[in-house]
């Protein structure tokens, strides 16, 4: 069943409007929430330099007094004029339109406007660039600036129209829009405040194309009238293809405008807003996790240290309600169960189990839930706890529930003396990268009390990475800094992984495993120290702003648990992925090679990861000797 969600946010473009109270009042009764028009009047170009409008008398546009300011701060976004030419290379046309360009951009101040709109018509635009970067710097107003691009630039749309053309093989290289759109965000210094409208074309390009722009901060996606067809009962419709991208677009919670005259004149021109609305309220239910990460998508948060801080009772209560991380981890104690006992052995025979890392108690119940439904005696289950507040809680449950069957040890695992040794021992010490919460320290410590013939549950997990476009974790990185401590780089906040979910974003090529840890580790010589070199195949142009990280693990036997996105477990939301950001953004082509070097590195009190890459540009190494970011053993 399609999901009722919040109505579509849409906007009805004007090119030209003569009254803007009458153009304001019929887009509200059909149903829109703004309308985009002209900060002034389209025809009435200014002459700044020299000729005979130079000195021409009169207002610029409309006083600001024809509509109260809550309207224009709410209703209006302003467009700048289509015959400026910041980029010229006349001289004279290119000053004149510099000068008309900052004295609408000031008016727009004035008024309040939310958003500016200005269109770009092709790849070359530096000038514009500076012009805006020298307005945003210099306004006190914090205005969004929307930057229109065309999905399918002009000349390629008209090349598809004309008849004994060339075809698609022998045609000259396509105006790739989306270039336009990154060199003009990086001469502007990838400013948060400036963002896409997306203008939708009659043919729509590539998969990998329209999946690249899903990476970029599109705040609005134009709809032309001319791209909607007529249903059999005369209302318009756009095509299969167009709807599909419109819901895939939505995820990313854009406004839609639309423009173009009404070609359904006898329908009204609501009918396109309530269809468009129709597309959005009939989106596809959210899964699980996308409702658990409600409001948290792209939003940074550091890594858990769970060995240096103590968890709070929200963290604990947060990660207990996961429906398939516990259900699973019965599921591989029973099957550990069955292995340790054999069927005529059940009524003789018990086995030990030490849950460490007990927390407030979900995997002890699981424990005992999976000697039930195994039909398998538990001897004993020791709870070992180091955080005195989650403690209270098992001592609590021990007496309400568990009885003598348990007994909780309030104590760090590496550090207690186990009165006996465990068949079983289970732990939940796993991180968005395996390893990142120090599982492997904390169980190799820990196995000294599980049995030569002892079963660990996780007994194996692995990381991966893969390259990683997305500008908004990039600005959102960017402005992590904190009160920066003096024994800490100025950039120490792209020298630090980030658990984020992961949603305005591309991933740039399938993930490679990375680390691998098993347990027990019966080595000789234990070194949980590791490095690794991955080698990606980019298959178009992009951006790299970082790498994705996940894991797997396997509990026991074939029982699993995973956040790779191939494998993922349905349903389970304990973890999101992990980035790794780069200081600076990477521009590769189609068939580069993106070389990464990750290193796992240790010292008696902390634990780093140091990255670099040194393919198809070379970086300095991120985070040597744990200078910015450490885990407290």
Known sequence: MPVKMARASCGRDYHCCPDINTAVETACKSGFDFVCLPIVNPRYKREFIHGPAKNRPGPLSRSDLVLSGQDWSTLIVGKTSPWLQLDSRVEVIRKNSEAGFKQELAFASHLGLPAILIQLKHGKNANLARCLS??????????????????????????????????????????????????????CDSQRRINVVLELSTNLPDEEVLDRWLAEPIKCVMVSTNLFLTNKRGYPVLSKPHQSFLKKLFKLDIQIILTGADRHPDKGLHTYQQYLDHLWQTRSPPDPITQFAKGYEDYLQSPLQPLMDNLESQTYEIFEKDPVKYSQYQKAVYYALLGKIKPEEKETKSVVLMVVGAGRGPLVRASIAASHQADRKIKKVYAVEKNPNAVVTLENMKDEMWGDLVEVVSCDMRLWEAPEKADILVSELLGSFGDNELSPECLDGAQRFLKDDGISIPCEYTSYMSPLQSEKLYNEVRVCKDNTPSNKPLDHNFETPYVVRLHNCQVLAPPQEVFHFKHPNRDAVIDNTRYTCLDFDIKQDAVLHGFAGYFDTILYDNVTLSIHPDTHSPGMFSWFPILFPIKTPIYVKKNDRVVLHIWRSCNAKNVWYEWTIVEPTVLPIHNPKGRSYTIGL
Request: aromatic content about 14%.
């Open 134 to 187: 020298e307005q945003i710097q210099a306004a006190y107003f914090q205005q969004q600036y929307w930057i229109q691009i065309p999905l399918i630039s002009a000349r390629d749309q008209a090349d598809c129209l004309m008849e004994g053309g060339q075809t698609d093989e022998e045609r000259e290289p396509q105006d790739d829009t989306w270039k336009w759109w990154h060199e003009f965000r990086t001469l």
